[in-house]
């Protein structure tokens, strides 16, 4: 199993920045691609970002151009850069992995991110 610690949210005024952060632990070989979902009040949780384990990244319509996700191997730690935050952006956002060679996934426990207006 892989274990996922987010951090890195948190109440932010429209136009600005945060940096979320995810350490994955556990069975780490396993892991294939991590991205990042997000989930509002009432809605249905989407992707916001993902990247391969080769470095290959794509991104929701809705957050290109502000969002950049990254990956430190080295440090089993995947990263959502946010910038120009909107009111919209308002949701709990989930770190997820998935793994080699099968459908299964983990998810973090997720990090609250409040953009003011």
């Known amino acids: 199993q892989v274990q996922l610690a987010e951090s890195g949210g948190g109440l932010v005024q429209a136009g600005g920045s945060l940096r979320l952060s995810c350490v994955a632990s556990?069975?780490?070989?396993?892991?294939?691609?991590m991205g990042w979902y997000r989930q509002a009040p009432g809605k249905q949780r989407e992707l916001v970002a993902a990247?391969?384990?080769?470095?290959?990244?794509n991104y929701a319509d809705s957050v290109k151009d502000r969002f950049t996700i990254s990956r430190d191997n080295a440090k089993n730690t995947v990263y959502l850069q946010m910038n120009s935050l909107k009111p919209e952006d308002t949701a709990v956002y989930y770190c997820?992995?998935?793994?080699?060679?099968?459908?299964?996934?983990?998810w973090g426990q997720g990090t609250q991110v409040t953009v003011s207006s």
């Open positions: 997820n992995a998935k793994y080699r060679y099968t459908t299964a996934n983990s």
């Open positions: 990247i391969t384990s080769g470095g290959s990244t």
């Open positions: 556990g069975s780490i070989f396993r892991i294939d691609a």
